[in-house]
């Protein structure tokens, strides 16, 4: 089960963490995800990691602006947002998956499990 939680209204410029509780069975998948969308948007991969932290994947445009990171023997995850604009402002979802080759895919159809997701609001 994943349950995400931290979202909210900020201001450009400020910084917002999200977390996703992971437990059960989605704990075992090699890969956890953030996504985000926009409606009428399809959802885009935020940011990505690996079960042993040795890999991550970061969308470009929040490159050097969010972090990606998991505690607990992967009992959380966490997306810190820094310096967020008014296009970062979308619903965001963790998500599971099996990745492939010690990567993590990108792409929102390899992941098996979401959470129901917390909205962002950046104005």
């Known amino acids: 089960q994943l349950v995400e939680s931290g979202g909210g209204s900020v201001q450009a410029g400020e910084s917002l963490r999200v977390s996703c509780a992971v437990s059960?069975?989605?704990?075992?998948?090699?890969?956890m995800a953030w996504f985000r969308q926009v409606p009428g948007k399809e959802r885009e991969g935020v940011a990505a990691?690996?079960?042993?932290?040795?890999?991550?994947y970061f969308l470009d445009s929040v490159k050097g602006r969010f972090t990606i990171s998991q505690e607990n023997a992967r009992s959380s995850v966490h997306l810190q947002m820094n310096n967020l604009t008014p296009d970062d402002t979308a619903m965001y979802y963790c998500a599971a998956g099996a990745g492939g080759g010690g990567n993590c895919y990108k792409e929102h159809f390899h992941y098996n499990y979401w959470g129901q997701g917390t909205q962002v609001t950046v104005s």
């Open positions: 990691i690996y079960s042993d932290g040795s890999m991550t």
């Open positions: 059960g069975y989605t704990k075992n998948y090699k890969c």
